[in-house]
C-alpha cells in the first residue's frame, strides 16, 4: 500500500501543471485544485519511499476574475455535416534544380481510385506535372509511406520496332510517357528499318507505349540511365479491332464509354496491352447509334469490357474472348434519363476534375485488385459514375431507367485539393451547385474575434462539453472542433446579463476559420 501514496502525489501534481499550462494557452484563470486527503498511513508529505524529498514546484499566481460587467461571448456550434478528408499524398516528385516539390497525381492502378478503402501495396502509374506538361512513370506503392520518382537529366532511348516475324514496322508511333500541354503523347515515328530514337528525362519505370494500325499495341516499363546507352526494341503481334454494340433505350447514349480490363488467365499479348491509356482517352467513344470500335488490340486472349454511362448502374466486367481479326460484343445496358450538376468552390467559382459515384451505402468501390494499371472506378459494381468538365459541369442519372431513384442512395463528390462529401441523393439535389471547401491551413478549429478592442472579455463555447475563458484585450482564443466540416456557429455578446447582438453562419471549417462576435459600441 506505501508504494501507492507517492503515485498519488504525483498525479496530483502531474494535473495540477496540466491545468497550469492550459490556463496559460487559453488566457482563462487558473482553478484552485483541493487539496488531496491522504490515507491515515501515508509517509510524511514530500517525501519517497527511497528518502527523497522533491522540489516544491512554483505556480504562478491565479488572475483575477472577470469583472461583472465585462463583454462575454456565448458561442453555439452544431455539426451539420463531416467532410471526408483528403487521402495522404503517396507519391513525392522533386525538382532536379530547386528540389521544390512537384505536383503529383496517381492516374491509374492501385491508389488511384479516390473511393478506395484504404492504402495497399501494389503498382500505380503516377503523373508529375512538369514543363507545361505531365510525366508519367510507373511507381510500386508500399501499403504505408511515399514512394519518390527520381527526375534526371535528359537523356536518349533508341530501338528497334518488329513484327511477329522479325521485319521492320514503319511508321510506328513511339512514346516514353511524356504528356503535352494540349494532352496528346509526345512521340516518334519509326523509320524504314523500324529504328527510332526519342528523349526523355532520365528516371525509372519509363512506360515505352508502341502503336501502330496495323499491330496490336503495346508496352513495358523501362529504367532510362542519365548516362549510358538505352536500348529498347520491341515485338508487335497483328492487330484485332473489337466492334461493342450496346443494347438500351439510352438517353444520350453518346454520353457512355466503353473501357477494356483485363480478364482471368491473361495472354501474353494482352497482357501488355496499355490500359493505363484509357485514363487519358476517358476510354472509347460510344457513338448515336451506340456503337464503339476497340483498336489495337491482339488477335488472340480473353478480355473484360466495361461500359460507363452517367445514367447507368455500373455492371460487372463482360468477359469477350478475342477471335481473329475482327471480334464482336453486345453489351446490354439500363440507362436512366440524366440532370445537369454543377460543383463550385466557396467562391463561386468552378472546381474541375470533380469525381461522382452515385451509390447505396458506403462507396462501391475497393479499388483495383489486380496489378494491371486500370483507369479507377471501373471496379465501382452497382454504382453510377460521373466526371466533371473543366467548368466544374458533370451529368447525372438516377441509374434507373424507370427514372425512380433507389431510396437510401448517396453521392460521394471527390475533387483534387478539396474537401469529399457524402450527400444524400433525392429530387432537387442538383437544382443548385454542389460546393466543395477547399482545405485549409492548420488543425480544423474556430478563432473567436474580440467583441471590443482594449478590454478583458470572456467566452464560453458548447464545444468539449463547456468551456468558460478569460481572455486578456485583444486576445483572439482559437478552439479545435472535433472534425472538418459544416457547422452552424451562432456567437452571442453581452455585456453584464444584456445581450448586445447575435449573428449565426454556416461555416466550412477545413482549417483555422475566423468568427467575429458581435461589437459592442
Known amino acids: 500500500m506505501q508504494r501507492r501514496n507517492p503515485t498519488l502525489l504525483l498525479l496530483v501534481l502531474l494535473l495540477a501543471g496540466g491545468a497550469g499550462w492550459v490556463w496559460w494557452d487559453s488566457g482563462t484563470e487558473l482553478p484552485v485544485l483541493p487539496t488531496p486527503t491522504l490515507p491515515e498511513h501515508a509517509p510524511p508529505e514530500g517525501s519517497r519511499p527511497d528518502g527523497h524529498v522533491p522540489l516544491p514546484v512554483a505556480q504562478d499566481p491565479p488572475q483575477p476574475p472577470l469583472a461583472a460587467d465585462a463583454p462575454r461571448v456565448v458561442v453555439v456550434v452544431r455539426e451539420l455535416e463531416a467532410f471526408v478528408p483528403t487521402s495522404p499524398p503517396r507519391v513525392l516528385a522533386l525538382d532536379p534544380v530547386s528540389r521544390e516539390p512537384l505536383l503529383v497525381t496517381v492516374l491509374a ?14 503498382v500505380a ?43 521492320p514496322i514503319p511508321g510506328a508511333r513511339v512514346s516514353l510517357g511524356e504528356v503535352l500541354a494540349e494532352g496528346e503523347l509526345r512521340t516518334a515515328e519509326t523509320g524504314a528499318e523500324g529504328h527510332f530514337e526519342l528523349d526523355t528525362p532520365a528516371g525509372e519505370g519509363v512506360p515505352v507505349v508502341v502503336q501502330e494500325p496495323q499491330h496490336a499495341s503495346q ?50 499479348e494482352v497482357a501488355q496491352y496499355p490500359f493505363f491509356l484509357q485514363v487519358l482517352s476517358h476510354g472509347f467513344p460510344v457513338d448515336a447509334q451506340g456503337r464503339a470500335s476497340v483498336s489495337g488490340l491482339p488477335r488472340v486472349g480473353t ?10 448502374a ?20 439500363s440507362v436512366g434519363p440524366l440532370v445537369k450538376g454543377r460543383i463550385i468552390d466557396e467562391r463561386g467559382l468552378p472546381v474541375p476534375g470533380a469525381v461522382m459515384q452515385l451509390h447505396v451505402g458506403p462507396p462501391s468501390s ?10 479507377p472506378g471501373l471496379s465501382a459494381i452497382g454504382a453510377t459514375y460521373s466526371l466533371g468538365d473543366a467548368l466544374g459541369v458533370f451529368s447525372l442519372g438516377s441509374g434507373s431507367s424507370g427514372g425512380v431513384a433507389p431510396s437510401g442512395q448517396v453521392l460521394s463528390v471527390r475533387a483534387p485539393g478539396h474537401v469529399g462529401r457524402e450527400i444524400p441523393f433525392g429530387e432537387g439535389v442538383l437544382a443548385e451547385p454542389i460546393e466543395l471547401a477547399a482545405w485549409g491551413e492548420g488543425e480544423p478549429s474556430l478563432r473567436l474575434l474580440p467583441p471590443r478592442p482594449g478590454v478583458r472579455w470572456g467566452s464560453e463555447w458548447s464545444l468539449s462539453g463547456g468551456l468558460k475563458l478569460v481572455h486578456e484585450a485583444d ?35 477545413t482549417g483555422v ?9
Open 109 to 122: 492502378g492501385v491508389g488511384a481510385d479516390p473511393f478506395e478503402d484504404g492504402a495497399r501495396a501494389g
Open 125 to 167: 502509374l503516377a503523373a508529375v506535372q512538369w514543363g507545361g506538361g505531365r510525366l508519367l512513370r510507373q511507381v510500386s506503392l508500399e501499403a504505408k509511406g511515399t514512394a519518390e520518382v527520381p527526375i534526371g537529366p535528359r537523356a536518349m532511348v533508341r530501338g528497334t520496332i518488329v513484327d511477329a516475324n522479325g521485319r
Open 219 to 268: 508496352w513495358r516499363a523501362v529504367t532510362v540511365l542519365a548516362q549510358g546507352d538505352n536500348v529498347v526494341d520491341m515485338v508487335l503481334p497483328e492487330a484485332g479491332t473489337l466492334d461493342v454494340q450496346l443494347a438500351c433505350e439510352a438517353h444520350e447514349i453518346e454520353a457512355a464509354r466503353v473501357f477494356v480490363v483485363s480478364s482471368g488467365v491473361v495472354a501474353s
Open 303 to 312: 478480355i473484360g469490357l466495361v461500359v460507363r454511362h452517367p445514367g447507368a
Open 314 to 333: 455500373q455492371q460487372a466486367p463482360r468477359e469477350v474472348k478475342l477471335a481473329g481479326a475482327r471480334s464482336s460484343a453486345i453489351v446490354p445496358l
Open 366 to 375: 475497393t479499388g483495383n485488385r489486380t496489378q494491371r494499371l486500370l483507369p
Open 475 to 509: 486576445a483572439a482564443p482559437t478552439i479545435a472542433v472535433p472534425r472538418a466540416g459544416r457547422f452552424e456557429v451562432t456567437v452571442t455578446t453581452f455585456v453584464g446579463a444584456t445581450e448586445r447582438g447575435t449573428k449565426t453562419q454556416i461555416l466550412a471549417v
Open 513 to 521: 476559420v475566423a468568427v467575429p462576435s458581435p461589437k459592442i459600441d
